[in-house]
């Protein structure tokens, strides 16, 4: 789940647009947010992990990793 191509098409606007930034997904099975420390709110969040379909058999951790730190180049 880390492509960038995560896109659906806009019906009214006529745009690919993307749907999810890259993620990753750790199989939880019966997991709750509350596990993890995750709140409500964070459902969906690009910033703190969450879990998706909690307190089920297909639970899943999703984490959206941070983009990679530019480098400092020497002159």
Avoid: C
Wanted: proline share 12%; glycine share 6%.
């Amino acid at each position: 789940m880390l492509s960038t191509e995560f896109k659906e098409h806009n019906h009214q606007t006529g745009q690919l647009e993307q749907v999810y930034p890259p993620h990753v997904m750790f199989y939880a099975p019966y997991m709750k947010n509350a596990d993890i420390g995750a709140l409500p709110s964070h459902r969906g969040s690009q910033a703190q992990p969450w879990i998706l379909n909690e307190g089920t058999p297909t639970a899943y951790i999703i984490v959206v990793p941070r983009p990679a730190a530019k480098k400092e180049t020497k002159p």
